[in-house]
């Protein structure tokens, strides 16, 4: 992921000279799922987009001064070593620090929506219909699974070791010990398998994280387009006051999640290769202003253009296009609704629709788009 910051680096401060050269925290928010390893991703990108070298400066008063010295007695060993480090850059090495804010696991609705318990549901119910027209092809493998590493012989067991085996292969591992690359291959058939039966399917992309997703895009877009603030809470799902106040210049978001949450956006914009997400992966969507005054949008997923529904290939899509897609295809019921399918979400889903002005189901003349 550094090396995708270094990417980013080049594209939005050296070419573009879109972000400053050194960190400005009015101009970017940073958020992660609650999980170590998205959020050391998040550390590493960053450290490409602002690497050692581009942190901020001390004065010559600071560096040539005390000021760093704490009320805590550290002893005269600590302070001559860091007496020792200290020069004109604020970190050792000019190491720029970036805050990474993340949201509880369970709440992360913009992230995890396919999380909750209706939508797991449908997306592990569709893999088990499918799993009897499958079973034949990967039954050997399946039995051999069973009994090697000892589990159940079930599909989902299978698709779960070859997830594992394909991290063990980023990280240069070997297989383990008695498994053949066809069995590997085989594994890998499944697990491609099961994102392209669960998240590549647009209704399950559609109830997902996208919802939530895509609506606080639209929101930011829209906001940016006229050069008003954007609301950090639909981003953050904080609503801590001390994050407001930089929501007035912030252009660049940055979040970092998983590659099943890169499956369900990609999945709402129709654009699906029935393969894993590879490890590194990104999906940018960037607000151009053209010399028209327009505004235009750009999907880009690991670097490359992503024909967007409606556009022409290959073009920036106009942004008020882009924005009746996201309206047209984001289900009118409430996320929470969708997720509890109980009577009182049903009831706060159609509370809601009056509220915004959608009428509830049955009354003439109105289009309904089911979820």
């Given at each position: 992921m550094f090396t995708v910051g270094q990417w980013m680096r080049k594209r939005y401060i050296e070419d573009n000279k879109f972000l400053s050269p050194t960190f400005d925290q009015s101009?970017?928010?940073?958020?992660?799922?609650?999980?170590?390893?998205?959020?050391?991703?998040?550390?590493?990108?960053?450290?490409?987009?602002?690497?050692?070298?581009?942190?901020?400066?001390?004065?010559?008063?600071?560096a040539g001064g005390e000021g760093w010295l704490p009320p805590l007695d550290v002893g005269g060993e600590?302070?001559?070593r860091v007496k020792g480090m200290v020069t004109d850059e604020t970190l050792a090495g000019g190491v720029t620090q970036i805050p990474i804010f993340t949201a509880p696991y369970h709440e992360d609705s913009l992230l995890l929506g396919y999380e909750c318990a209706a939508l797991g549901k449908k997306?592990?119910?569709?893999?088990?219909?499918?799993?009897?027209?499958?079973?034949?092809?990967?039954?050997?493998?399946?039995?051999?699974a069973a009994k090697h590493f000892g589990m159940e012989p079930t599909l989902e067991n299978f698709r779960m070791i070859g997830d594992i085996m394909q991290c063990e292969k980023q990280?240069?591992?070997?297989?383990?010990?008695?498994?053949?690359q066809e069995f590997h291959n085989a594994a890998m058939k499944v697990v491609d398998l099961s994102l392209d039966l669960g998240f590549g399917d647009k209704q399950?992309?559609?109830?997902?994280?996208?919802?939530?997703?895509?609506n606080a895009l639209r929101d930011m877009m829209e906001k940016r387009a006229k050069g008003e603030p954007i609301n950090l809470h639909k981003i953050g799902l904080?609503?801590?006051?001390y994050v407001e106040p930089y929501s007035m210049n912030v252009k660049f978001v940055y979040l970092s999640a998983h590659d099943t949450t890169l499956a369900t956006f990609l999945g709402f914009l129709d654009y699906q290769d029935g393969k894993q997400t590879p490890f590194a992966s990104t999906v940018i969507f960037e607000l151009w202003e053209e010399a028209d005054g327009t505004h235009t949008v750009n999907v880009l997923y690991n670097g490359k253009n992503i024909p967007l529904?409606?556009?022409?290939?290959?073009e920036r899509c106009?942004?008020?296009?882009?924005?009746?897609?996201?309206?047209?295809?984001?289900p009118t019921r409430s996320y929470k609704e969708i997720c509890s399918e109980t009577e009182e979400g049903k009831k706060e889903g159609e509370e809601k629709k009056e509220e915004e002005g959608v009428k509830p189901k049955g009354v003439r003349g109105v289009k309904e788009i089911n979820a």
């Open positions: 101009e970017m928010y940073v958020r992660s799922t609650e999980m170590f390893r998205t959020v050391q991703t998040a550390q590493s990108l960053l450290q490409g987009l602002y690497p050692p070298g581009t942190g901020p400066k001390l004065t010559p008063p600071q600590v302070v001559d997306y592990w119910g569709g893999m088990k219909q499918h799993q009897e027209k499958y079973r034949a092809e990967f039954a050997p493998h399946v039995e051999f990280d240069g591992r070997p297989l383990p010990e008695g498994i053949t399950l992309a559609k109830q997902g994280s996208t919802m939530v997703f895509y904080h609503s801590s006051p529904p409606d556009c022409p290939s290959g106009n942004l008020d296009k882009f924005i009746e897609f996201i309206k047209v295809n984001t």
